[in-house]
């Protein structure tokens, strides 16, 4: 790290508010934290699910970063998701 770097404030690491994630383990989180989820369900039904299923915080953000609407399977969730990234 430079001493200009270090003078304009910025750190060494950055924090991301939200972990990066592979695709395949993303796929993987998703699939356990919607383990038992009956489709469709809007983004705050998935957020329940998920937070009762005790998946980890960044998968319940994520899911609560989702558009309004209804979601019709775990992989229209996580094209959504994948969506919103990109």
């Known amino acids: 790290m430079t001493r200009e770097r270090l003078g304009l404030g910025l750190r060494e690491v950055e924090p991301s508010p939200v972990p990066l994630v592979p695709s395949v383990s993303l796929a ?8 038992g989820a009956v489709f469709p369900l809007t983004a705050e039904q998935l ?7 005790e998946a980890p915080a ?4 994520l899911l609560g970063s ?5 979601f ?14 990109g």
């Open 58 to 61: 960044h998968v319940v953000s």
């Open 47 to 53: 957020t329940w699910v998920a937070r009762e299923n």
């Open 28 to 35: 993987h989180s998703l699939q356990q934290a919607l383990h």
């Open 66 to 70: 989702l558009p309004r609407g209804r």
């Open 72 to 85: 019709s399977s775990v992989e229209a969730v996580a094209h959504a998701l994948e969506d919103t990234a």
